[in-house]
């Protein structure tokens, strides 16, 4: 099991940046996929990034593309989501999730542990 935290959420204006942390700890992330989720009040979570920590393969939901990355540091067991041009539908709390790297890694059942969650605002 993978014990996840993120942190680097905050209240920002539409354009501004944000980059979120998700720190692991009881098992290092090597050979793991890791996920971004996030849920806006009223919504179902939806998939935001991935990463693929043993080909480094990434991939991102559309409306992201361009505007967020997703990146790993193998020394710090971290993953970050550097997310720059916000919009205020970015409004969400956004989760990171570990897996073994079952496909599609756009999908929430393909994750085994989950962190508790940031909250990111965006106002207009």
């Known amino acids: 099991q993978v014990q996840l935290v993120e942190s680097g959420g905050g209240l920002v204006q539409a354009g501004d940046s944000l980059r979120l942390s998700c720190a692991a700890s009881?098992?290092?992330?090597?050979?793991?996929?890791v996920g971004w989720f996030r849920q806006a009040p009223g919504k179902e979570r939806e998939f935001v990034a991935a990463i693929n920590w043993g080909d480094g393969n990434r991939y991102y939901e559309d409306s992201v593309k361009g505007r967020f990355t997703i990146s790993r540091d193998d020394a710090k067991n971290t993953v970050y989501l550097q997310m720059n041009s916000l919009k205020p539908e970015d409004t969400a709390v956004y989760y990171c999730?570990?897996?073994?790297?079952?496909?599609?890694?756009?999908?929430?059942?393909?994750?085994?542990?989950w962190g508790q969650g940031a909250q990111v605002t965006v106002s207009a």
């Open positions: 009881g098992r290092t992330l090597g050979n793991f996929a």
């Open positions: 999730a570990a897996g073994a790297g079952r496909y599609p890694l756009s999908r929430s059942m393909s994750y085994d542990d």
